[in-house]
């Protein structure tokens, strides 16, 4: 496809000069063109990653802070909002990043005919991205194979997922993607038949996959969903593109313009689509992570052309730390999007701590039998506040831990005694108990949950999203419970709810490791009691 057009409402600054220019004018056989130092896209993608991590744009967070204003948003969706952008206003102070999981880091290019560089652009953008992810204070997540089964972190966050392609013009357009693994997780592909082609069976079968996607990746979500495409891979990299923004310029008919068949076919929105979709997500009963509306901010639907025996769908998502970036190269220098620096503007004067509903303090320092106990009391959606001591461990901690408990050697007794918290924290800045430290899906670990509970581990477990049948059915038979905090606040709850950090063991798996902190005030909510009732039976699946 073309290149897609930035919209002109965003702001851009120059990161070059005209005392220092990054780009030059080179005359070739009667052409102008655009030369470009190849160092510009190492200092343009440094700078980016940067920026994405720490800032959002402003029309995010005006969609956030009109969660505030909408008198039918319930208390929880406000809840969510209000600790949205209080993570905003902590992260752009520019060392708790916005996300615990700094993300992959994506590239998307369009390189102008009379752009040159006469270097490897990917490795120069590789360079650029490899000294963000050092000096900042960010995640390493990427997993480097050494066998089939074998697997350690590349310590780098890199590889980088880098693809450019090559258009006319002379103007370089680079879209900067750090998306992290909750959100890219629920990205779908379906191969459906084309018979599904009926205003009332795609409808109806769309409201179920969205039912579906449940609440892991961090909602309220910017949802996108591509129908056609000349290949499966085509409709799955639209439907990405869609939901990074890029799409949002596409006629919402076809018009017969040159235009549209140079975008090679007929490709366009439906909007009326989208506006029927977001309103049934307004009534799944789950909203921004609790009860309410706000499942979704806004809705995208690409039509595209396809072969006739195939129809693929696909579905991608952005979650409430929706960080992307636009970087432009052009004869007038080298620019970078300017993001959100102020976004306390955006704040209300209402905060967590005097919501209409006070929650329940919940003393950890007790034993696990009347923390429990306590518990049992209260009906799943139920706010509590935490206080004490919680283990930390996720996927590699837990089949570290498995495997430790099955060939009958010790494991640490915290791992028994405290709530065990799924998370995994980004780097720690200085003068900070931890970096940033929001919860990882619980999902993932669903297939443990039975083996630790039956041994009297893992209780009480506390992360986000909703988890499968297999936990619910382990918590009612061990009397376990599944606390939910809230996703994509990672620096707010790093700075105001973490008092300290230690590792207790597994060193070596870097943020994978088992960690003991210590919380004072965290907010959660009660998803999964020792009943078997769930605060997201409404979304069904599991």
């Not at 190849?38 to 940067?50: D, G, Q, V």
Request: aromatic share 8%.
């Amino acid at each position: 496809m073309l290149p897609p057009t930035i919209p002109e409402a965003i702001a851009f600054r120059r990161l070059d000069s005209d005392a220092d220019p990054w780009v030059s004018r080179l005359d070739v056989e009667n052409r102008s063109l655009s030369r470009v130092r190849p160092e510009a896209l190492t200092r343009l993608a440094r700078a980016a990653f940067r920026e994405v991590n720490f800032f959002l744009r402003s029309r995010r967070l005006e969609e956030i802070a009109a969660i505030l204003d909408d008198p039918e948003a319930s208390e929880g969706d406000r809840l969510v909002a209000r600790m949205a952008i209080d993570n905003a206003v902590l992260s752009a102070r520019g060392q708790l990043p916005l996300c615990q999981d700094t993300g992959t880091a994506s590239v998307f290019a369009w390189k102008g005919e009379r752009v040159l560089t006469f270097d490897d652009d990917a490795a120069r953008l590789t360079e650029g991205i490899a000294q963000t992810y050092a000096e900042e204070y960010l995640r390493h997540s990427l997993l480097l194979p050494r066998s089939t089964f074998e697997e350690e972190n590349s310590g780098s966050n890199l590889p980088a997922l880098i693809e450019i392609a090559s258009c006319p013009g002379d103007e370089y357009r680079l879209l900067f993607v750090a998306k992290g693994g909750g959100s890219s997780n629920k990205t779908q592909l379906f191969q459906a038949a084309p018979s599904l082609l009926s205003a009332d069976r795609l409808e109806r079968f769309l409201v179920d996959k969205l039912r579906a996607l449940g609440t892991a990746a961090c909602p309220p979500y910017r949802v996108a969903i591509v129908i056609g495409g000349l290949s499966p891979e085509s409709c799955l990299a639209h439907a990405k593109l869609a939901s990074c923004g890029v799409l949002d310029d596409l006629p919402e008919r076809p018009t017969g313009q040159p235009a549209l068949a140079e975008l090679g076919g007929w490709i366009f929105r439906d909007r009326g689509l989208e506006t029927r979709l977001l309103d049934e997500t307004r009534h799944f009963g789950v909203g921004a992570q609790l009860p309410g509306r706000f499942f979704a901010l806004d809705t995208r639907v690409i039509r595209m052309p396809r072969h006739s025996a195939s129809l693929p769908i696909a579905i991608a998502v952005s979650c409430l730390a929706d960080r992307q970036i636009w970087g432009r190269i052009g004869r007038d220098g080298v620019w970078l999007e300017q993001l959100e620096a102020h976004p306390e503007r955006f704040a209300r004067a209402t905060s967590v701590t005097n919501a209409p509903s006070r929650p329940i303090p919940l003393d950890l320092r007790r034993p696990m039998a009347d923390i429990r106990a306590e518990l049992s009391q209260h009906p799943v959606g139920t706010r509590f506040t935490l206080h004490g001591p919680l283990v930390v461990a996720r996927d590699l901690a837990h089949a570290r831990l498995r495997s430790l408990i099955e060939a009958g050697a010790s494991v640490p007794e915290a791992f028994f005694q405290h709530p065990v918290y799924y998370a995994g924290p980004a780097r720690t800045p200085p003068n900070h108990p931890c970096g940033s430290f929001g919860p990882t899906t619980a999902g993932r670990m669903d297939g443990d949950l039975d083996f630790f509970q039956s041994r009297g581990a893992a209780l009480i477990t506390l992360a986000k999203g909703n988890r499968g049948a297999a936990a619910r059915e382990s918590c009612r038979r061990h009397g376990g419970f599944y606390l939910g905090t809230i996703g994509g606040t990672a620096a707010l709850v790093a700075h105001d709810f973490i008092r300290s950090s230690r590792v207790l063991a597994f060193e070596e798996l870097g943020m994978e490791a088992l960690y003991l902190i210590e919380v004072e005030g965290l907010p959660a909510f009660t998803i999964v009691d020792d009943k078997g009732g769930d605060l997201y039976a409404p979304l069904g699946g599991g």
